[in-house]
């Protein structure tokens, strides 16, 4: 069993188990966390860590964020990179989610000019967004329409009129990862996702109405546009069931054909291929390709969002784009490795990219301060948002991506109910939305671990700074 006592203490906020601990470790595993938080961690998520350091072709760590838990495979707060050309590529190391991730709108008004409408708008939204397992819209998209979302992503929404081109440059990697291929992703998973654009799902994916709550870096947040008690809106989902298909129709694969590239791994949840190898470049086209819909996904939200917005306030201004960010995905990068430019195949389960200040993947406007890091709080508690900063490169421009559970959902509705938690939210003057007390409960804040300490590792380790802290007034909840 993997305990604190097998770590070495880099810093107050970086702890390493060495390569030499296990004889199959090919890289050290590290792990962002206090040292309280570490003997706070579950053996199973120390040991997957490690178990990510045995991935062909991984460089220079395996590496873990503060709110990691235990995953299908890889931790979930887990950060691995693979040398290409014959580094694997892991669904496992992506999750099912794939490009679960962070959208935030900006409005104009304060909380005191918004108060008085909340509890209409807070319906307006769930009337607008379809939230819960399996709920879907009305309208079904054709297959022809979800081939071109799933190669198009969010410019060829912008195309046919849905938002501007501020929507495209505000979102990571333009709201479409180019390799994408839609004939690589199942007939099966495209039918999950025909009424799924503009949804929110299940589990923790919500539409929160937030307000700012209080700055740390006054010039960045002017830069983000972002000022005291100003609302904003915070949509936090992903691609739906065709991402969740998607991600197990090329799992069987990997387990399959592993032997064929003489691949052993401890846990056979990490299942890989070699980047290179016809089965990887497979599914990392149609990996792109869910990670597009997700993008679109969320920019449709956003859609319906601003239409409640203006229905209940009677705004005419829009709502505007902050950033757009994703926490499960794997990207082709180049770094510097030991003096030596290589491109890696960086995979972020659970882990927000947090590119530093000159980036030319981050947006004109921000390049001066710094990648806008989305990091949402579990129900009831604070969301952040940060901006990425130079020292991230040491876990390849990579930060936490929320709070991180510590009770399992069966485990919470044990302890609370669903009721017992609106009830302790709206005591906080917290409306929530939500078609199932049972989602409620699964997501009660006690499940999760506290997003304010989890964010100050993050920062107290350089990785990126605190910019603003957002606290929720109205949350629409998946059910």
């Not at 887990?78 to 050309?85: D, E, H, I, Q, W």
């Not at 710094?370 to 421009?397: D, F």
Request: hydrophobic share 35%.
């Amino acid at each position: 069993m993997v305990t604190k006592r097998g770590f070495n203490k880099i810093s107050d906020w970086l702890w390493e188990i060495p390569k030499d601990f296990r004889s199959d470790m090919r890289v050290p595993a590290r792990i962002y966390v206090s040292e309280k938080m570490l003997e706070e961690t579950e053996a199973d998520a120390l040991r997957q860590v490690i178990n990510v350091a045995t991935l062909p072709g991984i460089v220079k760590y395996s590496l873990a964020m503060p709110d990691l838990h235990t995953g299908y495979g890889f931790v979930i707060g887990g950060v691995a990179a693979t040398k290409l050309p014959d580094g694997v590529i892991s669904p496992g190391g992506i999750g099912y989610d794939q490009n679960c991730g962070v959208r935030l709108l900006k409005s104009r008004q304060t909380e005191e000019e918004i108060r008085p409408h909340l509890e209409k708008l807070a319906t307006e939204i769930q009337k607008e967004v379809p939230s819960g397992l399996g709920r879907g819209r009305k309208v079904k998209l054709s297959i022809r329409q979800i081939d071109q979302i799933l190669e198009e992503g969010v410019p060829g929404l912008v195309k046919q009129g849905y938002g501007n081109k501020d929507d495209i440059e505000n979102c990571e990697s333009g709201g479409r990862l180019e390799q994408a291929d839609a004939s690589m992703v199942s007939e099966r998973a495209k039918n999950r996702g025909r009424n799924q654009v503009g949804t929110l799902g299940s589990g923790n994916h919500f539409v929160e109405v937030q307000k700012v709550e209080e700055i740390f870096d006054q010039e960045t947040a002017d830069a983000f546009g972002l000022f005291k008690d100003q609302v904003v809106v915070m949509a936090h989902t992903g691609s739906r069931g065709l991402g969740h298909q998607n991600c197990t129709d090329y799992l069987r694969v990997a387990v399959n054909v592993m032997p064929k590239y003489n691949i052993r791994l401890p846990d056979r949840e990490l299942a890989c291929v070699p980047f290179n190898s016809p089965e990887g470049q497979r599914f990392f086209k149609a990996m792109s390709a869910a990670a597009n819909f997700a993008w679109a996904n969320r920019h449709m939200i956003a859609f319906y969002v601003e239409k409640a917005w203006k229905s209940t306030l009677g705004q005419k201004e829009d709502l505007e784009l902050l950033y757009d960010v994703a926490h499960n995905i794997a990207k082709v990068e180049e770094y510097e490795v030991d003096g030596q430019k290589m491109k890696l195949c960086v995979h972020r389960k659970g882990a927000t990219r947090a590119f530093p200040p000159g980036n030319p993947e981050i947006p004109e406007k921000y390049r001066k301060v710094g990648q806008p890091v989305l990091i949402p709080g579990s129900m009831g508690t604070a969301s952040y948002v940060l901006a990425g900063e130079e020292k991230s490169k040491e876990a390849w421009h990579t930060v936490c991506h929320g709070a991180g559970r510590i009770m399992s959902r069966r485990e919470a509705k044990r302890r609370i109910s669903g009721h017992e938690v609106v009830k302790q939210l709206g005591q906080k003057g917290i409306i929530v939305k939500c078609w199932s007390p049972r989602g409620i409960a699964e997501e009660a804040p006690m499940a999760y671990k506290d997003v304010d300490k989890v964010v100050q590792v993050v920062h107290n380790a350089g990785l990126s700074k605190k910019v603003v802290k957002l606290v929720p007034l109205a949350v629409i909840k998946g059910e």
